[in-house]
């Protein structure tokens, strides 16, 4: 009797047990194997080497199947420990680079500017949708790094401002003319998602969905 491919021996596997012929058990394959040690031809006895390679055959695509499972495993496991974490930062504020912030009602909005070296004057412009300048925020002179700003909610004259999406933009001296610089502001953090490719994303009160890298401070 000719010794046959794990190939062979899968699609036959497969057709006597109604099974997927990509899905042969470690046991179906003994069984087989068995099945032809029983009916082969004395006079042609089985060849050790074809019999030993075969069991190598399967034996690797086997460990390579349970490989994958274990990797797959281990993601699902991983996510699910990434989506746990991420939701214990829900209700806490992310500070993000952004030229928008929500203004609340009765709220403010808070955040800093980064500056790479020292200024001798420092401002923040408010600015409503139709991009009238409702308040400058003057910092004054401020040292190289983190500068923090905070605004009220008010214009210039204090009156309160309807709530909704304003506009922030940074600048500073450099000794010559004002340069702009990137504000970072303070927004809630009202859900958090893990798409199937990893990498957390935080879904932000009035800026929208940021991933977690990009978050340089959470309150």
Do not use: C
């Not at 034996?59 to 989506?83: C, F, N, P």
């Not at 808070?110 to 991009?131: H, R, T």
């Not at 879904?203 to 401070?217: F, N, P």
């Amino acid at each position: 009797m000719e010794l046959r491919s794990v190939a062979d021996l899968q699609a036959a596997s497969a057709q006597g047990a109604g099974k997927d012929p990509g899905r042969m058990q470690q046991e179906d394959f003994i069984k087989l194997m068995l099945e032809q040690l029983k009916h082969q031809d004395p006079f042609k006895p089985m060849d050790q080497a074809q019999f030993l390679g075969q069991m190598a055959q399967f034996s690797t695509v086997s460990g390579i199947s349970e490989m994958k499972e274990s990797m797959a495993s281990l993601a699902d496991s991983l996510r699910s420990t990434q989506m746990l974490n991420a939701s214990t930062l829900i209700g806490k504020q992310a500070l993000v680079a952004s030229n928008t912030a929500e203004l609340a009602a009765g709220g403010s909005i808070s955040g800093e500017l980064l500056l790479p070296s020292y200024s001798a004057g420092v401002e923040v412009e408010i600015m409503a949708p139709s991009g009238e300048v409702v308040r400058r925020l003057p910092l004054g002179a401020q040292p190289a790094g983190s500068v923090q700003f905070s605004w009220d909610g008010r214009n210039a004259n204090g009156e309160p401002m309807a709530p909704g999406s304003y506009r922030i933009r940074g600048a500073f001296f450099n000794g010559e003319k004002l340069e702009a610089t990137q504000p970072y502001v303070k927004a809630d953090i009202g859900s958090v998602s893990v798409p199937p490719g990893g990498g957390a994303k935080l879904h932000l009160q009035g800026i929208g969905t940021v991933s977690l890298a990009d978050v340089k401070e959470i309150s």
